[in-house]
């Protein structure tokens, strides 16, 4: 304690982050609890290449027309939608312990993610987002952009499910001239490059030893590759969900603040993170309200010699 005022003493900053704060701190967030993201990540990436795989990637080639490539991007697209809800869920529950400088292990944690509403959360996103990138992008970068924060917000802000996780999600990633919205694509754009970057190199090993024809997306191992290198970036850049509703929290509903003085009073500091929407008491009718009065208006006086 220093100044009088209580600390919460965990490995993630209790304050209001910028851009390159927040991607190293959800870099210090998943190198914390990186074996459990990482087992959670590979099978949802599994999915993922079955899934492009499905949708035309074995026909993609120099020569394929540009209708097949699309196909398989809006694929793509949509995978990576659904993919951050049961990321963001455990990253979220990691990051709750981070902040407040507890001890959990990994196990408790996947007890805290509520898998079923997370799961059914997601249905509602992923259900749109395929149609929403193969018809022209717009409607994903809103269901991206917007509902992305669903599986974060379900655990550390618990908020009903699923239509109540997609509302809070919403709320946060449009405040403050949307910040959270833009910061997402931010995230999104940095930790795509880094997955490039990471397939690249193994694909044009492969290459060099004739182990695949060519680069693209129509040979099993070019899938795996970038399957695995989207382990590491998906399971990253759910850390950087988790860290930026914190963020938005401290900026927008004091979230640092009311920490500190749950600490200071010795309250519990995860219902802290709950969030409450504030309710507004009407009075009953009759009962007078409780606002300023006006004060009463002075009687007239009668001068004397003039009373009747």
């Known amino acids: 304690m220093r100044?009088?005022?209580?600390?919460?003493?965990?490995t993630l900053p209790l304050r209001a982050m910028v851009q390159g704060e927040l991607l190293d701190t959800a870099i210090l967030l998943f190198r914390a609890r990186a074996l459990p993201l990482l087992l959670?990540?590979?099978?949802?990436?599994?999915?993922e290449q079955v899934v492009l795989w499905f949708a035309g990637a074995y026909w993609l080639d120099g020569f394929a027309e540009f209708s097949d490539w699309w196909r398989v991007i809006a694929a793509l697209?949509?995978?990576?939608?659904?993919?951050?809800?049961?990321?963001?869920?455990?990253?979220?529950?990691?990051?709750?312990?981070?902040?407040?400088?507890?001890?959990?292990?990994?196990?408790?944690?996947?007890?805290?993610?509520r898998p079923l509403p997370v799961l059914v959360t997601m249905v509602i996103p992923g259900a749109a987002a395929f149609p929403a990138a193969y018809f022209g992008l717009v409607g994903w970068f809103v269901i991206y952009g917007f509902l992305g924060l669903a599986g974060v917000a379900l655990v550390i802000d618990r908020p009903a499910w699923p239509f109540g996780a997609l509302g809070r999600s919403a709320a946060l990633a449009?405040?403050?001239?949307?910040?959270?919205?833009?910061?997402?694509?931010?995230g999104f754009l940095v930790w795509f490059g880094i997955r490039v970057a990471l397939a690249i190199g193994p694909?044009?090993?492969l290459m060099q030893f004739g182990l695949?024809?060519?680069g693209y997306f129509g040979d099993w191992p070019v899938l795996m590759m970038w399957g695995l290198a989207g382990t590491v970036t998906g399971a990253a850049l759910a850390c950087f969900d988790a860290v930026l509703l914190i963020d938005t929290r401290?900026?927008?509903?004091g979230l640092d603040i009311a920490l500190r003085r749950a600490l200071a009073n010795g309250t519990d500091l995860a219902g802290v993170l709950t969030h409450t929407r504030p309710t507004i008491v009407t009075p009953p009718l009759g009962v007078p309200?409780?606002?300023?009065?006006?004060?009463?208006?002075?009687?007239?006086?009668?001068?004397?010699?003039?009373?009747s």
């Not at 100044?3 to 965990?10: D, K, Q, T, Y």
């Not at 449009?174 to 931010?186: D, I, P, S, T």
């Not at 401290?250 to 509903?253: G, K, L, N, V």
């Not at 409780?290 to 003039?306: H, I, Q």
């Open 3 to 10: 100044g009088g005022e209580a600390r919460v003493r965990g």
């Open 40 to 47: 959670i990540a590979a099978p949802l990436l599994a999915i």
């Open 77 to 113: 697209l949509g995978c990576e939608a659904v993919i951050g809800g049961p990321l963001g869920a455990y990253a979220g529950a990691a990051a709750v312990p981070a902040l407040l400088g507890q001890k959990v292990g990994h196990w408790q944690l996947v007890k805290r993610m």
């Open 174 to 186: 449009a405040r403050l001239g949307w910040r959270g919205f833009w910061a997402r694509f931010r």
């Open 203 to 205: 694909i044009t090993f």
């Open 212 to 214: 695949v024809a060519n």
């Open 250 to 253: 401290i900026r927008t509903e």
């Open 289 to 307: 309200s409780l606002g300023p009065s006006r004060p009463a208006a002075p009687e007239p006086t009668v001068p004397p010699g003039r009373a």
